[in-house]
């Protein structure tokens, strides 16, 4: 079942079933009277309902259902064995011990590398115990107070996954699960291995996220043509304004913020241009999220109007951006301060604030930097001295150009410590996992995968999702340790990839026109022939 028909209600899942009961088994039903059984008695009335009443898809399913048959009868559940057994042949099979005392006893008897491990001298006090219950006897270590049985090669890696899939213990855990009750050489070593490598702990259990260095964008080399922007909300209503498009330059740190009334394509894009590209010219670089306004081909087209380089960030990870991100860090704390206001009309009063604050990176204020000197606030009865030198107007403009093109880039800052943690395996490893970091429910699993790794970058690492290429963040990864042929659950090193232009398929034997076969069997052993130019 999808995930959307586990959503459906027990009538709907009851009806579904009858539905693809008989679309598969139609080639047998057709033209043959037959009686629908089940256990869900308000079926049996499901042709006696109103048209009004039934949802379009139930409508569906009872159409199809009518053209083989109506009649649909109630039974029991106690009685309904076969369904019953066939529902739960999931549960079935996990209640079915793995785990044979006879088959052990067996493969001690075929196993040639078992006869060698009996003569060797271990520890152990071996005998030959017989099965309770069974002609067998079986070879069992009894220095402990409870019979060990030794197990053949063939078996551990079986006995171990019925113990270790009750409750995925970790590997100290499911090795003293299994020497209780079980021995053979080396066993902690298995163990410990085969717990490394258990694809359903590795997907659920958290250890320890990876932490990289923090990492530094390329320094602007103009003023106006690096901006980073992205998108708050919602807020609590001002007016029709719920969102607001943030914008910050990476050379002057300056600030913009646009109240937004929705935050589709067009409207991010008409305040973008308006709101910035309209008052400092047209950028050279834009960083976003990847958000779908940003995502839109809306976006993609002014973006080829403006000239400006579209960079985006990897998925769920905001330090990326996080010159902006910090921005909006400082912007919501001085709204919430002014309680008495909607954050409308105390929008340009931070503004005008925080474009004035002194910046200890820059020894400036972003103002200052943009205008020259600091803005006059309100208050504030004496203005700046200016030099008699300065009114010159024929001087002033060189003198400013002058200034603006001494002014140096200066980098961002980072006051949080980053405690660093990488695995060691990660750079070499053919397969990761992938850390879901987006809302999920209680019992859902932290990681997805393994997924195959394509290409290895210093900060990001594109891997294969779903048959698609996605570029992540290392933050959001772990290695992924998987039993190779020698039940080695290191990873293997990922070998160079080498693009190669248009690839020649290989043909398959036997693959000649001649030997094409003129003729279908489907899944209900009909063989359908098909016309000369019918044929491929």
Known sequence: MSPSQRKYSPYDRELLAVYESIKYFRHWLEAAPFTIYTDHKPLCFAFRERKANCSPRQFRHLDYISQFSTDIQHIAGKDNIVAGTLSRIEQVDELLSPVDLDVIAKAQDSDPEFADLLKQDTSLQV??????????????????????????????????????????????????????????????????????ACLACQRTKVNRHVSTPFGTLDLPTARFKYVHLDLIGPLPPS?????????????????????????????????????????????????????????????????????????????????????????????????????????????????????????????????????????????????????????????????????????????????????????KDLTSCSHIFLREDSLRGALQPAYTGPHEVVERNKKTIKIRVKGKVVTVSVDRLKPAYILSHSNDPTPTPSPPLKPTPNPTPTPLPNSSPSSTTACKTTRSGRRVHFPDYYRP
Not at 244 to 273: G, Q
């Open 127 to 196: 005998q030959r115990i017989k099965i309770p219950g069974s002609r067998n006897e079986l070879y069992c270590d009894v220095s402990t107070t409870t019979p060990r049985p030794l197990v053949p090669k063939a078996l551990r890696k079986r006995i171990f996954d019925s113990l270790h899939s009750l409750s995925h213990p970790g590997a100290n855990a499911s090795a003293k699960l299994v020497a209780e009750r079980f021995v053979w050489p080396l066993m902690r070593k298995d163990c410990r291995e085969w717990s490394k």
């Open 239 to 423: 007016g029709d304004y719920r969102y607001c498009l943030t914008a910050v330059d990476r050379f002057m740190r300056w600030t913009e913020a646009v109240p937004l009334k929705d935050i589709t394509a067009e409207s991010v894009a008409k305040a973008f241009l308006s709101g910035w590209i309209a008052r400092f010219g047209c950028s050279t670089d834009i960083v976003t999220d990847r958000g779908r306004q940003f995502e839109s081909a809306l976006f993609a087209q002014l973006s080829r109007f403006i000239g400006f380089k579209h960079r985006r960030t990897t998925s769920y990870h905001p330090q990326c951006n996080g010159l902006v991100e910090r921005f909006h860090r400082q912007l919501k704390t001085a709204i919430m301060c002014h309680a008495n206001s909607s954050w409308t009309e105390a929008l340009p009063i931070v503004l005008l604030g925080i474009r004035s604050s002194f910046k200890e990176d820059l020894q400036s204020s972003s103002a200052e930097l943009v205008y020259g000197e600091p803005l006059r606030l309100a208050g504030e009865f004496f203005g700046h001295k200016v030099d008699k030198c300065t009114t010159d107007i024929t001087d002033f403009s060189a003198r400013i150009r002058s200034f603006a093109n001494k002014l140096q880039p200066v980098p961002t800052s980072h006051h949080a410590k980053n405690k660093i943690f990488i695995y």
